[in-house]
């Protein structure tokens, strides 16, 4: 656990060589940051940096959480970065305001790494749905809609999802 004051590649740096003391052979470093905005897909230029800092100083993967909905996904150097995963659950249900985000869907996020490198050999995200407090298995349609949105919100970095015909959506 680290509090960081501000997301830049110093306190990327910092964080790195803190990691590097305690990391031993064969461990698969994943760092989790809460950071950025409960609403927008957005994804600050500080946070791209610092991500990409991380992968560069040894991280495996960068799990971003702080979203209610799901932000871009990026395999940067073979690594996987997830901007924001979004709930999976909540109490907000019922909670207008914010429904052009769809806040009932959600991902399973199903990561397959090689062991010796941590490289991203595959990514699965299962579409599911909140309703009364419970995941059920979201329909096409919405596996559709968060196959399109994961899809704009990754053109910047070259990032597609493939829909398997039993909607689970993964990168290509």
């Not at 791209?48 to 871009?72: K, M, Q, T, W, Y």
């Not at 062991?115 to 096409?140: D, F, H, I």
């Amino acid at each position: 656990m680290a509090y960081l004051p501000e997301v830049s590649a110093a306190t990327a740096g910092a964080l790195a060589e803190r990691i590097a003391g305690t990391v031993r052979p064969a461990d698969l470093v994943v760092v989790s940051v809460h950071w950025g905005s409960n609403w927008g897909h957005e994804v600050p230029d500080e946070h791209v940096e610092f991500a990409h800092a991380l992968v560069d100083a040894g991280v495996h993967v960068v799990h971003g959480h702080s979203s209610h909905h799901p932000r871009p996904v990026e395999r940067y150097r073979g690594r996987l970065i997830l901007y924001g995963c979004g709930d999976l659950i909540d109490d907000y249900e019922g909670i207008g305001g914010q429904e052009t985000y769809r806040p009932e869907l959600r991902l399973l996020h199903l990561p397959t790494l090689d062991a010796a490198t941590g490289e991203l050999r595959r990514l699965r995200l299962v579409p599911v749905r909140m309703r009364r407090m419970r995941l059920q298995p979201a329909t096409p349609a919405e596996a559709g809609w968060l196959a399109d949105l994961l899809d704009a919100l990754g053109r910047p970095s070259g990032t597609r999802f493939i829909r398997t015909p039993e909607g689970v959506l993964t990168l290509r």
